[in-house]
């Protein structure tokens, strides 16, 4: 397909890869553990309900980090899928490792970008809830460009999303959080669950990362934003 015909071409990644090396456990993890609880990038879409074997409500985590507050929340929520995507492969082998350890049947695990992985394989009107929890703020004004939360990738999360369905967001950076507030907004088919530029106090099944307490001990503020699928 020319560029001319796609819908939506990522030209500008909002992520880049500066990986650490893997512990022991992490290789194991990656070479053991992501052939029975990972998914590999495809241009084929996926069926849910034959990758969990069941039918349940599905959220779509992008960018899980180390992987602790996903699995946390896929302890604290077995009635729900989780699908998570992260392009660092110290993070992917730490959330195998967690998957393992807690004997974690409603998780699966994604190494790759997680818009090719939303156009490619998500089908549309499937996901109950999209996380962005911490993304890369790119701060520089030269560099917002570079933020994923913009007007072609919200409308990317509508065609994913059921209808009732909801897009959080966090973040520790005030600027990007007025950022994610000004494009949500003027957003097609979404409305802002907590009223016009309002934000909203922490949910409880949002875990607190060992980042964020840092923050808070330093005094940094975190911002969540919750938008729901309205057409």
Same mark, same amino acid.
């Given at each position: ?25 992490? @290789? ?13 990038? @495809? ?22 980090? =180390? ?13 729900? =899928? ?11 082998? =730490? ?82 959080? @007025? ?32 980042? @964020? ?19």
């Amino acid at each position: 397909m020319s560029e001319t015909t796609t819908p939506f071409i990522r030209r500008i990644r909002s992520f880049v890869k500066r990986e650490g090396r893997l512990t022991t456990g992490q @290789e194991r993890a990656l070479k053991e553990l992501f052939p029975l609880f990972g998914i590999t990038l @495809e241009d084929k879409e996926l069926n849910l309900s034959d990758v969990f074997q069941r039918t349940a409500p599905t959220v779509f985590e992008i960018g899980f980090g =180390n992987g602790t507050s996903l699995a946390e929340m896929a302890m604290n929520n077995p009635q729900q =899928n989780y699908i998570g995507v992260e392009v660092h492969r110290p993070g992917v082998g =730490n959330l195998l490792l967690q998957i393992e350890k807690y004997n974690l049947t409603n998780l699966r695990v994604i190494n790759d970008d997680a818009v090719e992985v939303l156009q490619q394989m998500i089908p549309d009107e499937s996901l109950d809830a999209v996380y962005l929890f911490f993304a890369d703020p790119w701060h520089k004004k030269r560099h917002h460009k570079r933020r994923i939360v913009q007007q072609e990738f919200t409308q990317l999360l509508r065609k994913k999303l059921k209808n009732g369905g909801i897009f959080h967001m966090a973040t520790d950076w005030e600027n990007y959080a @007025e950022h994610m507030m000004d494009v949500m907004t003027d957003a097609e088919g979404f409305e802002n669950t907590a009223g016009k530029n309002q934000y909203i106090p922490k949910p409880g099944y949002r875990p607190v990362t060992k980042f @964020e307490q840092r923050g808070h001990k330093l005094g940094h503020g975190v911002w969540d934003l919750i938008f729901k699928k309205v057409g």
